[in-house]
C-alpha cells in the first residue's frame, strides 16, 4: 500500500508548484531546489499553507524553521511529524 502522506505531500507539491509531472514521478530523493521542482520561500510558505489545509492540522513554524528541507523526503518526515504531534493518523490524513 502506498504511503498516503507521502503521495499527497508530493500531490501538494505538483499542484502549487504546477509540475508537470505526477505525485508518483516523484522521488524522495529528489531535491526540493532542483530545475524540476524549483522551491523558493514563497512557494515553501503556499506548500505549507496548503498541507496544513489538506491534513487539517498546524504546522508549527519553529519545525519548519529547524526543519533540514533539502529533498521530497524531508519534507515528507517534516509533515509526518507533525502529524503525529497533532494526533492525526495516517488513516486520518489520508481523506
Do not use: N, W
Amino acid at each position: 500500500m502506498p504511503d498516503s502522506i507521502s503521495t499527497q505531500v508530493k500531490q501538494v507539491l505538483v499542484d502549487i508548484l504546477d509540475l508537470d509531472l505526477s505525485a508518483g514521478d516523484i522521488r524522495d530523493q529528489a531535491s526540493l531546489y532542483s530545475t524540476t521542482i524549483s522551491l523558493d520561500s514563497l512557494t515553501l510558505l503556499r506548500v505549507i499553507t496548503e498541507l496544513e489545509r489538506r491534513f487539517g492540522c498546524e504546522i508549527d513554524d519553529e519545525a519548519v524553521m529547524t526543519a533540514d528541507l533539502v529533498d521530497v523526503g524531508s519534507l515528507v518526515d517534516l509533515m509526518r511529524s507533525q502529524l503525529a504531534l497533532a494526533g492525526v493518523g495516517p488513516e486520518l490524513a489520508s481523506s
